[in-house]
């Protein structure tokens, strides 16, 4: 008569290290495993092929820790058993990242090994959210919006994008990251990220409709969604025609009803040759916003008034 269990493979069912970790923390490894109804002889836990920590229930004394540089594990913290073999490591530094691997092994007259190995990177995460600069909270057609977006000092360095109400910002409106680097007391590379976005507001939907948009910097360390920072804004963009004070700086000099009615045509773009034929003013202000359509692409052709309208 065999035992079905003893038949059965040693199977580690969980290895769980933490991916990334601020330096501050305290990085816990748990590892669990299933051996039927074989005799554990021992877990070992190693950093880059380097043993650190072993539970051996059959061998006095049943835990023993062994020096590695960048391993420190917290006194009373280890935990391990005929199922599980966790351990908590403290005091991290620039030398605690690295590999580690679990491996458990049954006791004669097999003396199977199974293991596995997680990669943990140590490094110093940005507590605060990206600050974002630059902001005027109303813009106007063909105005240029250029905001900084600027992260503090982390390790790894982080990755910025911009997203334009919840879309990914395109490439023609993003100038290239830069990294500052420093290097902290504690061995740390760190670095600042920048990331700058210019937006020319030349849509002619600006003309006749106002809109808010929101403007989002997100600031990613390995694509890891625990450690992810943003910051919003919104900034409204104000339609021409509904703002008095752009048409007077266009104009050269204060609204007029007649200025107001030919404006009214440029933005309903009616074709200014006939529009400026019903308008009361004179042949400068005409040719004035003549120009200004002939720029906004709102006529084709560049028109020129000779003699009074």
């Given at each position: 008569?065999?035992?079905?269990?003893?038949?059965?493979?040693?199977?580690?069912?969980?290895?769980?290290?933490?991916?990334?970790?601020?330096?501050?923390?305290?990085?816990?490894?748990?590892?669990?495993?299933?051996?039927?109804?074989?005799?554990l002889n021992s877990v070992k836990w190693y950093k880059d092929g380097q043993e650190f920590f072993r539970y051996s229930p059959l061998t006095p004394p049943t835990t023993n820790w062994f020096p590695v540089k960048g391993v420190t594990i917290a006194d009373g913290s280890s935990h391990c058993n005929q199922f599980i073999c966790n351990v908590e490591l403290e005091k991290l530094s620039v030398h605690s990242s690295g590999s580690y691997r679990c491996e458990v092994s049954g006791d004669a007259p097999e003396f199977k090994l199974i293991d596995k190995t997680a990669n943990m990177?140590?490094?110093?995460?940005?507590?605060?959210?990206?600050?974002?600069?630059?902001?005027?909270?109303?813009?106007?057609?063909?105005?240029?919006?250029?905001?900084?977006?600027?992260?503090?000092w982390s390790n790894p360095p982080a990755t910025l994008t911009w997203y334009i109400n919840n879309k990914t910002a395109p490439l023609t409106t993003i100038q290239p990251q830069i990294n500052e680097i420093t290097r902290s007391t504690d061995g740390f590379l760190l670095y600042a990220s920048n990331l700058q976005l210019r937006i020319h507001i030349d849509d002619p939907r600006f003309i006749a409709k106002s809109e808010v948009f929101e403007l989002k910097c997100v600031a990613d360390i390995m694509a890891i969604a625990s450690v992810r920072r943003e910051s919003k804004i919104t900034a409204t963009i104000l339609a021409l025609q509904d703002t008095a004070s752009h048409k007077q700086r266009l104009m050269g000099q204060s609204s007029t009803s007649g200025g107001d009615s030919l404006l009214r045509c440029l933005s309903e773009r009616t074709v200014f040759n006939?529009?400026?034929n019903h308008v009361d003013v004179g042949v400068f202000m005409a040719n004035r916003l003549l120009e200004l359509a002939a720029a906004f692409g709102l006529i084709q052709n560049k028109l020129t008034f000779k003699g009074n309208v």
């Open positions: 008569f065999t035992d079905i269990h003893l038949n059965q493979a040693l199977y580690l069912s969980n290895l769980s290290v933490p991916r990334i970790i601020d330096a501050t923390q305290k990085a816990k490894l748990f590892c669990s495993y299933e051996i039927g109804n074989r005799t990177t140590v490094g110093v995460l940005p507590k605060f959210d990206p600050f974002i600069s630059g902001l005027q909270h109303t813009y106007r057609y063909g105005d240029l919006i250029m905001l900084n977006c600027s992260s503090e006939l529009c400026a």
